[in-house]
C-alpha cells in the first residue's frame, strides 16, 4: 500500500521516480525523499531490531537523531553498514538492508532475548557468565559478540575516494535555519568572512515546517530570499550536506562534507573533510525533539510529533492514517494541524498538561479534534506495528479496567525540546539548565575559549534555547553581532511546558519496564532506576552501566530523558547530576574522510633519491627506512636474497662495489659559536677538527644513551657538516634545533637539513680510486687525500665533494653530488666501472661488511639502554671537555657500572648464524622467578667473507671475558657462542687506509 | 555482600530487580584511616584490595575527585598483555596479565578478561630483529609469546592487508593469552569488594592538601573536610605531579593527552588484538562490536581531556591501510585522557621524600593491563613500608642512579 499522499511534499519530485531495493524487494520513491520518507510511503514503517533484546523496530524521528533506522546501503566495495535511513537522501538504485537479525527481519531467532528481557536487565553480564572461569572467552562472549554489532562490516576494500581542505573564515556558522541564515546575514553585512554550513540539502531547517511569518513572507519564501542575498556577497560561503563534526581547540572546526553519496555514479570524492579555522563559531544547531517514556513506546508506528510533520509536510507521506497525539508542550499541536490539513485523522490530542489555553491548542480545537487534558498513554496495542493507545491520567499509576483505547497506527509524541549543544560543548562550554523551558542551554558565562582566552562559539536561536521564531531570530541576530534590526517574526504564543519523564508519573515497575530511553540500546527507565539503586549514582557510572546513551545517535533522543530519570530516583534536581560530556563527533562520520588521500601508495609521502628509479629498474628488494625506500639487494634472477647479499659483499671486498648512500642525513652546521655547539651536541671534539678534516662523532642523549653517530666533516672555518644515520636525520635535526631554540637561544648558529640536496655514493673496494681517478679531475691519491679526509672539486666534469671515510673496511670514497646530478652520475660510475666488475650493493650487504669490521649500527647495538662506553667506544669521547649532552647522565651510578653489558665479538662453535634476538640465560633466577641473564645478540650474520657466522652482543664484564664460552636461547634451543674480538675482519685496519 | 550468579539474577527477576544491594557504599569520611589512597582508579582500587585481601589492613579509604573509574581507568582502549622485553616489565605485567584471568572469580563480579590474543606487527627488518628477541626474552622471562609469519597472522586476522603496498607485513609478535577487559568492570568489580571489606570509597572529594609533620604524613584536607591518615599512597596518574607539589617533592613525569576512538558497533570482523607501531595504530572490537582503535600521544604537555585532531587522522590512516575494509565505517566517539609519562616510559612505585608516603605513577598509555599487578605491589609496599620484588625495579631512586627501564625499544606504542 501506499502512503504517499496525492498533494503537498515540498521537497519531493513527483515527475522523478526513483527505483529503489530494500531487502531485495524493489520500491518506488521521489527524488527528494530520503530513504526513510520513501520506505514509509512503501508502508514500510518497521525497519530494523535492536541491539540487545532484538525487538521490532520503526522509524522514530527524521534527521540525524534517528535510532532505529539503520540500514546497510550499497553492495561490495560500496557496501555501508549502520547508515540512518533518514539522512540518506535516495537515489536511482539504492539498496538496502536492514540490520541485526537472523534469518530474516520479520522473523528474528535473536527476538528470544525480548521474551528474556526480565532476566537480562542492565549490567545482568556483570554478575553471571562467571563459571566455570574460562567459559566466558570460550563460551559466553562469543555467543555475546555474535548477537550484539548491528551491521556487518564491508568484506572488501572501498572503491571510493576521500578529500580533504581547509577553510579560514572570520564567521562560521554552523547550521542553514533561519536563525544561522540570520546570522549570517547579520556576520557578512558586517564585512566579516562567513562560512556556513549545513548537513542536510536544504537550507532553512525547521521553519518552513513549523511556520510563522518572518519580515511579512512565509518561511520558505524568506529562507529563499535570504539564501539569494547570502549567496550574492563575495564574503560568504555556504555549503550543503556539509555537517559540523566537531569543535576542537583553538577554533578547530572539524566540516564532514557527503559530496556525493547522493550520487554515487559520479567520479567526485565520496565525502570531503573540512579542517577549518574559524574566528568565530555560531552554533546555530537548532533543537531537537524528546520522545516521551511510556510503555510501549517502542514499538513501531511510535514516531517523534516533529517527525511525523515533517514527513506529511516536507515528502507528502503519512506515517499513519490515525495518529494520537501525546505531549507536555504546545508545539506538537503544529503536528496536529499538518495532518488535518493533510486529509489525515487525529482521534485525539493527549495533552499532560490541565487548563489549555495556547493559540495552536485553540486551533487544533477549533478543528473539532478532542484534546483531553492531563493524559497520558499507559500502554500501547501491538507489537511490531502499533494498533491503538490504552489511555489513562497522567497523575496515576496507569490503566484501569474502565481505561478508554484509541485504535490508531501512529502515535506522534513530544517531551519537548533539547538545544543541540554539542559543538559548544565539545570545547568545554558550559550549560546551565533552565527549569522553566526543561531544557539544558548553554550558559553564556561560560563558552568555549579560543588561545586568547575569549569565546570562540556563541550559540544562536533554538540552539541556545530561543525556540520561539521571534526570539530565535532576535538571538541569532545578536549572536553574529548584528547590527540594526534583526528579522520580525510573528507566531502563535505558546503556553509552558510541563516537563514529564515518567508517564504516567506512578507507573509500576512492570510498566517502567517497557519504558524505552534509548530505543537503538534498549535502555528502559527501570534500568536507570536500577542502576542508581545498585550505586551508579554518576551519571557517568550510570551511562557506562545501562549503555544509555552509547548507540549509534549518541544519546541524542535519550540522554536528556535517562538523566531526568536519573534525578528523580536520587531525588535530586537535574542540575545535581549533569550530563555527560559531548565527545565529537556530532553524528558519525567515515574513516575514509578522516584518512582523506592518504592511503595506498599516497599513505605516506615516499622519498626517493636520485637513484631510486634506477635501483627499481635494476631489480632492487627494497627495505623501508624511515620514509625511504632503499635496496636491500638486487637479486639476480635465480638467485635468493642470501645469494644476492654475499654475491655483492665478496665483489666490493674483492674489486668494487657501489652504494646509494644519498639517504644519510647531512645536516649542515655553521655560524660563530657552531663549534663550541658541536662540542656539546657530540661526545667527542669537533671544535678543534682542522678544515678538510673527517672525524667520527657520538651524540647522547641528557640521560647518556647514545642516540646517533656519524661522520663529521669541518667544510670551512665556521661551517661544518654533520652525517646521521637513514632513520635520524630529522630527528636529530630536531634535537639540535630543540638545543638551540630552547636552552641555547643566544649562541650563534644556523642548522639545515641538506640531505636532499645531495646524492650520495660509496665507491667501495680495492678499485674504488681506480674507478674515480678514470672520471678525472681532482688528485685522489693518498697523500693528497688520505683517510678521514675530504676535498671539493670536480669529479668527471661533476661539482662534488669527496670524504675518504669507510664504512665497510675498505678503501672508500663518498662522494657527494647536487642531487640533480646524482643519477647521471651513478649511471656514469655504471659504466666505468664495468671493466671492475662494479657492482651496486644494498643495505643488508653494508650491514655485513661493517659487522665483519665491528662497526656498530644505531638501532641495532643502540636500543635507547646503551651508552657509548659499553660499545667500547670510550676514545670517541673527549676526557677533557667540561660538559656535552649526557656527560652527567654517564657518571652516574648505574652507569658506571662495571657489570654493566659490554660489546663483544661472538662466533658458534660450529660456525653457524646465530639468531636474533638470541639472549645468553645465567645460572638461577630473580626475584621474580625470570632467568638470570648474562647477555645478548645485538648483530648477528653470515659472512661470505669468512665462511662463517659472525655476531656482536653486549655480554656482563664482555671485554673482561675473552675466550668464554656461553650459551644463547633462541628458537627454543641452546647455542654456545666464543666471546671473541668484535673485529673479525682486517683488525688493523689496513684495507681502508691504503 | 549478596553474591552475583546466574541463580541471583533469576531470582531478583522475579521482582523486577528491586531487590539488588548498593555495588558500593556512598559513606562518610572517618576521621581517621590507616591508609588513605589518593585516586579511585583502578591502580588506587586494586592497592586498596589486595591492602585488605592479602595483608588484612581494611581501614582503608579511597579518596576520588570524580567518579570512581572515570580516569584513565574509563577511557582506556583495554588492551592487556605481558610481552614486555625488559625483566622488571615482563614480571609486574605477567602477575597481572596472571591475575586478570581469575579475576572475576576473585572479585565476583565479571570483569570480561577476553585473552583473544594479541599481535604485535613487525613491518620493518628492524622490528623483526626487536620482537624476536622479544621472543626469546619473554622465554626466560616465563611469559608465553612466539613470533609468527605473514601466513599465520593472516590466517588469525583475515581482514588485514599483508601485502601492503607500503611497509608489508613480516610477521609478528604474538601473545596468545593476551587480549582485553571490561574498563568498567574492572573499576567496579575491585571497588565493590573493596566497599565489602568494610573500606571507604569517598567520590566527589578532591585532595587539597598534604598535611605533614617530622618529615611524615599526618593527613590530607579534602573537599569535604580533613581526614588523618597513617600512611598515604597517592595513585592518580596523570594529576600525579600535582599531588606531588602538594606532598613537597617532584616527580619525573610530564602528563600528555591520549586519544582513543570507536567506530560504529558491526558484526564481529576482527577476533584478535592488532598493533601496528610501525604506522602506529592499534585496534581491537569490544563485545558490543565497535572498534576500538588508538594511536600515539600529543607531542606537548597539557591537562585537558582532549587532544589534536592530527593525531585521529594519523591513526585512522594507518589503520585504513593495514585494514582496507574499515574505510567505509565510521567513528563514532573519540576522547581523551591524560597519560602520565616518565622518561623511560616505565612507571614508578616507589616510597617518596616524605615518610609513609607512597607513589605509584607512570603507567602513561599503558597501565591498565597492570592494575592486578600493580596493586599487588603496592600495596605490599604500602604495608611494609618497603618494596617487594615486583616493585624493586621501579624505585624513584633509578632516575638519579641511571637504572632505566625502557621499554620503548620493544613498543613505539606502549599500550
Ligand atoms: C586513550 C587511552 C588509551 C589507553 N589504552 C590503554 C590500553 O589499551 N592498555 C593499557 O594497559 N592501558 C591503556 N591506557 C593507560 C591506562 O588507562 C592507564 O595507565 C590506567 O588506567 C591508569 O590507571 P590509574 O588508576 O593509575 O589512573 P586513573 O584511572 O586516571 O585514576 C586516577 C584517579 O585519580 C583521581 N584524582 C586525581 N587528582 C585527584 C585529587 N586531587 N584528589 C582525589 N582524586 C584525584 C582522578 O580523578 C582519577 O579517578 C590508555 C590510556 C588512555 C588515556
Known sequence: ??????????????????????????????????????????????????????????????????????????????????????????????????????????????????????????GFYYKTFMAPQAAWARLFEPIIRRSAGLGRAPDRADADRYEQAYAFADLVVVGGGVAGLTAALAGARAGQRVLVLEQTAHWGGRAPVDGGVIDGLGPDAWVRNAVKVLEKMENVTLRLRCMAAGLHDHGHLIGYERVADHAPQTDAPRHRLWRIRAGKVVVATGALERPLSFAGNDVPGVMLASAVRDYVVNWAVAPGQRTVIVTNNDDAYRTALALLDAGL?????????????????????????????????????????????????????????????IACDCVAMSGGWSPVVHLWSHCGGKLLWDASAAMFRPDPTCPPTGADGAAMAVCAGAASGALGLADCLRDAHKAAGGT??????????????????????????????????????????????????????????????????????????????????????????????????????????????????????????????????????HGAHWEPVGLWRRPYCYPRSGETHRDAVNREVLATRRSLGLLDASTLGKIVVKGPDAGRFLDMIYTGVMSSLPVGKCRYGLMCSDNGFLIDDGVVVRLSDDTWLCHTTTGGADRIHAHMEDWLQCEWWDWKVHTANLTEQFAQVAVVGPNARKLLEKLGGMDLSKDALPFMTFAEGTLGGVRARVFRISFSGELCYEVAVPASQGLAFWERLMAEGAEFGVTPYGTEALHVMRAEKGFI?????????????????????????????????????????????????????????????????????????QRNTQGRVTSTYYSPTLGRGIAMGLVRRGPERMGEVIRFTAEGRLIAARIVDQVFYDKDGEKQNV | MKRYSVFAVAREAMNWHT????????????????????????????????????????????????????????????????NYLQDPSAALYEKARSLYEGLSQDLNYNVMFSPRGLLMLAQTEHEVRGYKRTVNANLLQGVETRWIGPGEVKALVPIINIDGPRYPILGALYQERGGTARHDAVAWGYARACSAMGMDILQNCEVTAVRQANGAVQGIDTSKGPIDCGKLAIVVAGHSSVLAEMAGFRLPIESMALQALVSEPIKPCIDVVVMANTVHGYISQSDKGELVIGGGTDGFVNYTQRGSWQHIEETVRALIETFPVISRLKMLRQWGGIVDMTGDRSPILSKTPLGNCFVNCGWGTGGFKAIPGSGWAMAELVAKGEPGPLAADFGLDRFREGRFIDESVAAGVAH
Open chain 1, 1 to 122: 500500500m501506499s502512503l504517499r499522499l496525492t498533494t503537498g511534499g515540498r521537497l519531493i519530485d513527483r515527475a522523478k521516480p526513483l527505483s529503489f531495493r530494500f531487502n531485495q524487494r524493489w520500491m518506488t520513491g521521489l527524488a527528494g525523499d530520503t530513504l526513510a520518507s520513501a520506505l514509509l510511503a512503501n508502508d514500510r514503517v518497521m525497519v530494523g531490531r535492536s541491539f540487545k533484546y532484538h525487538r521490532p523496530r520503526g522509524i522514530v524521528a527524521s534527521g540525524v537523531e534517528e535510532p532505529n533506522a539503520l540500514v546497510g546501503l550499497g553492495e561490495g566495495a560500496r557496501f555501508e553498514p549502520d547508515q540512518r535511513a533518514t539522512t540518506i537522501e535516495l537515489f536511482e538504485g539504492a539498496t538496502a538492508i536492514s540490520q541485526n537479525h537472523w534469518p530474516n527481519l520479520a522473523f528474528d531467532v535473536g527476538e528470544v532475548n525480548s521474551w528474556l528481557a526480565r532476566f537480562l536487565p542492565a
Open chain 1, 345 to 405: 485523522a487525529v482521534p485525539a490530542v493527549l495533552d499532560t498538561r490541565e487548563s489549555l489555553t495556547g493559540d495552536l491548542v485553540q486551533a487544533v480545537r477549533a478543528r473539532g479534534v478532542r484534546v483531553l487534558e492531563g493524559k497520558a498513554i499507559a500502554r500501547v496495542r501491538g507489537r511490531s506495528r502499533l494498533r491503538g493507545v490504552v489511555i489513562c491520567r497522567q497523575d496515576s499509576a496507569g490503566a484501569t479496567a474502565m481505561s478508554e483505547t
Open chain 1, 484 to 617: 540594526g534590526k534583526p528579522p520580525q517574526a510573528k507566531a502563535p504564543t505558546e503556553a509552558p511546558i510541563a516537563p514529564v519523564w515518567v508517564m504516567p508519573a506512578k507507573a509500576g515497575i512492570e510498566a517502567r519496564s517497557k519504558m524505552w530511553l534509548d530505543f537503538q540500546n534498549d535502555v528502559k527507565v527501570s534500568d536507570v532506576q536500577l542502576a542508581a539503586r545498585e550505586g551508579y549514582e554518576s551519571v557517568e557510572h550510570t551511562k557506562r552501566y545501562t549503555t544509555l546513551g552509547m548507540a549509534t545517535d549518541q544519546g541524542k533522543l535519550s540522554n536528556i530523558n535517562g538523566l531526568a530519570v536519573l534525578s528523580e530516583a536520587l531525588d535530586q534536581p537535574v542540575p545535581a547530576t549533569g550530563t555527560t560530556t559531548f565527545r565529537p563527533p556530532y553524528t558519525p562520520i567515515s574513516f575514509g574522510a578522516i584518512a582523506g588521500e592518504a592511503r595506498g601508495d599516497l599513505f605516506q609521502p615516499l622519498r626517493r633519491t636520485p637513484m631510486h628509479g634506477w635501483h627499481e629498474a
Open chain 1, 857 to 929: 649500527m644505531i638501532g641495532d647495538e643502540t636500543d635507547g639502554t646503551v651508552i657509548p662506553q659499553d660499545l667500547n667506544l670510550g676514545w670517541a669521547i673527549s676526557k677533557k671537555k667540561v660538559d656535552y649532552l649526557g656527560k652527567r647522565a654517564q657518571e652516574r651510578a648505574h652507569m658506571a657500572d662495571p657489570d654493566r653489558w659490554r660489546l663483544v665479538g661472538l662466533e658458534t662453535l660450529d660456525g653457524s648464524v646465530l639468531p636474533d634476538g638470541a639472549i645468553a640465560a645465567d645460572a638461577g633466577y630473580n626475584g621474580n622467578r
Open chain 2, 19 to 82: 531487590g539488588w544491594e548498593r555495588a558500593w557504599r556512598s559513606p562518610e569520611p572517618r576521621r581517621r584511616y590507616d591508609v588513605i589512597v589518593v585516586g579511585a582508579g583502578g591502580h588506587g582500587l586494586a592497592t586498596a584490595y589486595y591492602l585488605g585481601r592479602n595483608f588484612g589492613i581494611t581501614n582503608v579509604a579511597v579518596v576520588e575527585k570524580g567518579w570512581l573509574g572515570g580516569g584513565n581507568t574509563g577511557r582506556n582502549t583495554t588492551i592487556i598483555r605481558s
